[in-house]
């Protein structure tokens, strides 16, 4: 049975730092595609940053943000230990959101929301002060 199952939720105060971890277990996360999704309150899933590998080599990395992102969030993975991350800097009270991620078999950076084969069920992240 597939799992992946995130970590690091909590609160912050804006500008502060939290570090997503999503762990996986029963399945082998280096040919798979993984997303970084969040939902706020009566909003739409929204694509927070994606991580694939390249076809190059083993450091061959593609990755993508959402420009509400872009220079706060790192998305990064560790294949060996079969983990993705998300590292947040400088949060925003609009950050605040469940925060999943997703895996789908691929090398391709574009992945429709849709089309991802496997999803955790969710971290809270709420930035207030």
């Known amino acids: 049975q597939v799992q992946l199952v995130e970590s690091g939720g909590g609160l912050v105060q804006p500008g502060g730092s939290l570090r997503l971890s999503c762990a996986a277990s029963g399945v082998y996360l280096r040919p798979y595609a993984m997303g970084w999704y969040r939902q706020a309150p009566g909003k739409e899933r929204e694509l927070v940053a994606v991580?694939?590998?390249?076809?190059?080599?083993?450091?061959?990395?593609?990755?993508k943000y959402a420009d509400s992102v872009k220079g706060r969030f790192t998305i990064s993975r560790d294949d060996a230990k079969n983990t993705g991350y998300l590292q947040m800097n400088g949060l925003k009270p609009e950050d605040t959101a469940v925060y999943y991620c997703a895996a789908k078999y691929t090398t391709r950076i574009v992945v429709p929301t849709g089309a991802y084969d496997y999803w955790g069920q969710g971290t809270q992240v709420t930035v207030s002060s």
């Open positions: 991580i694939t590998r390249g076809a190059l080599t083993d450091d061959d990395f593609m990755t």
